[in-house]
């Protein structure tokens, strides 16, 4: 949840700037959030590829290329598999 917070305060800084500097941002807010998710499904297209190529179907291909964790980050809530586990 940190993270989501920085870059929400990251955003609102830059914002301020540019209020101050009497600019605009560079593209729309739509724009730029459908430009950062063309970005994000670019940088899977190859390694899904190698796995469709590879003989694994589409949805297998998409879990070993890491695309739900790379596509939307560990999400606020969810515990990976080492800090699930009680400690010994």
């Keep these: 949840m940190r993270l989501y917070l920085a870059a929400l305060g990251a955003g609102l800084v830059v914002g301020v700037v540019y209020s101050l500097l009497q600019v605009r941002s560079p593209a729309p807010p739509v724009v730029a ?6 970005i994000l499904i670019g940088e899977q297209v190859l390694p899904v ?34 800090e699930a586990a009680p400690p010994s």
Excluded: F, Q
Excluded at 33 to 38: D, N, R, S, T
Excluded at 60 to 81: N, V
């Design 33 to 38: 959030l459908v430009g950062l998710l063309g």
């Design 49 to 82: 590829a190698r796995h469709l190529i590879a003989g694994e179907g589409l949805w297998s291909a998409m879990g070993l290329a890491g695309c739900r964790e790379h596509l939307l980050g560990r999400l606020p809530g969810r515990a990976t598999r080492d």
